[in-house]
Structures are given as structure tokens and as C-alpha cells.
């Protein structure tokens, strides 16, 4: 109980430290009165960030094909109706297929101390080939990536100097090698940054960035005119 006591006077301290004071001179009748208001100080920050993300539904929804090519069905399954796919995909196999994960570049643009609002980019693949058994040379290429593009609202319940806790919903186009585009989101459900100007910082959320994202950003304040 008594290290909670200090902790919660360390944060106390901490925040009025970065506060500025601000007199204000109030008239009653003859007499004035000098009232003192502690205004937190607040400059107009930019927000820059890179990170990465879990498989996302986007990936399993338009690279699920990914893991069963055509020509891998065909072969196994329908062989007789297929027998110039069987002879030129003799003595050939597949390679394992790697997931990149989702990776996110995002910058958002902070006018109030809860509010910040920008735009994301991210970016997924997953990598797979057919290559000969003798030569180990690839003949087919089955690789396939997604990637979009994702206005971003994010809003900050707890905002320390060192912490900041927040949640975020990003509204967008997700486009797939395939010439598929389509309206999509991405919702963080529970955000924290650790760090001053240099950070890292977590997330869990659903949507194109998966339901775990981690990364590293650095803040900055506008110039002063």
C-alpha cells in the first residue's frame, strides 16, 4: 500500500513539473484577486512509426490459396485429366511458404493532448516456389502480397510524458496482386507507448494488422514560428 502512496505521488509530481502556470487577475469591485491555474503544456507533436503485425484476416482470406496452388490440386487430385501437368511438374517439389507478417509505416499528426489523426501503410506477403530436385532451380513462382492504404483516428485516455495509453480505428482500401481492391479497417482495441520522443510501443486489435503489433516510432514537435 505504502509503494502504491509513492507511485501514484511520483506520477503526481511528474505531471505538474510539466505543467506551466498561469496567473490570471480577477476585479471584485475594488479589490483584485490573484489567482494561480496550472495549464498543461501542450506543443503540436507529429508521430512516426514502424512495426510489425500477426497474421491478419486479411491474409487468410486472400492468400489462403497460397497453401494449395492450382497445380498442386490438379496434380494430386485429377491427375488423369491433367497428364501435361503431371510430366512437366515430375521430379519438382514445393517449397515452404513464409509469411513476412503485416508491416505497418504510419504518421499521425497530434493538435490536442487526446487526439491524434494520420494515415497508415502496411504491407504483407507470403513467398513460396516449385523448384527442381536435382537442380534445386525454381520454375514456378507462387508468391503473393497484400497491402493498403488506411486513414487513422487515434484517441488517448492516458497520456504521461513516458506512457501513453490509447485506442485507434483506421478506415481504407486493402489491394491484393490479384487487382482486388476493396474497402477494409483495422481497429487497435487497447495501445501503449513507452519512451519519450524515441519509443516503442504494442497493440492489440483485429483487422489488416493482426491482432498483435509491436514496433518502434519518434516523436517531434512542430517548429516554433
Not at 506520477?11 to 476585479?27: C, I, Y
Not at 534445386?136 to 497491402?147: A, E, F
Request: aromatic residues 16%; hydrophobic residues 40%; contains cysteine.
Amino acid at each position: 500500500m505504502k509503494r502504491l502512496k509513492v507511485l501514484l505521488l511520483l506520477l503526481f509530481v511528474a505531471t505538474t513539473l510539466s505543467a506551466q502556470t498561469k496567473s490570471v487577475q480577477k476585479e471584485y469591485g475594488d479589490d483584485y484577486v490573484k489567482i494561480t491555474k496550472i495549464v498543461p503544456k501542450w506543443d503540436n507533436k507529429h508521430d512516426l512509426r514502424v512495426g510489425i503485425g500477426s497474421f491478419s484476416l486479411v491474409t487468410d482470406l486472400f492468400m489462403s490459396s497460397f497453401k494449395l496452388p492450382w497445380v498442386e490440386y490438379y496434380v494430386s487430385y485429377e491427375p488423369k485429366y491433367h497428364l501435361n501437368d503431371r510430366v512437366h511438374y515430375a521430379d519438382t517439389y514445393l517449397t515452404n511458404a513464409y509469411y513476412t507478417g503485416v508491416i505497418t509505416l504510419s504518421y499521425a499528426y497530434q493538435p490536442r493532448s487526446w487526439f491524434q489523426f494520420g494515415c497508415m501503410a502496411t504491407f504483407s506477403a507470403v513467398t513460396q516456389s516449385r523448384r527442381d530436385v536435382v537442380t534445386n532451380k525454381k520454375s514456378d513462382d507462387y508468391s503473393q502480397y497484400c497491402g493498403s492504404i488506411l486513414p487513422t483516428a487515434r484517441f488517448i485516455y492516458f497520456n504521461h510524458p513516458i506512457v501513453q495509453l490509447y485506442s485507434s480505428i483506421s478506415l481504407g482500401v486493402v489491394f491484393c496482386d490479384d487487382d482486388m481492391v476493396i474497402p477494409w479497417a483495422d481497429l487497435a482495441l487497447v495501445g501503449c507507448t513507452v519512451g519519450k520522443k524515441l519509443f516503442g510501443y504494442a497493440e492489440i486489435g483485429a483487422g489488416v494488422c493482426g491482432w498483435g503489433r509491436i514496433g518502434i516510432g519518434y516523436r517531434f514537435e512542430s517548429k516554433k514560428k
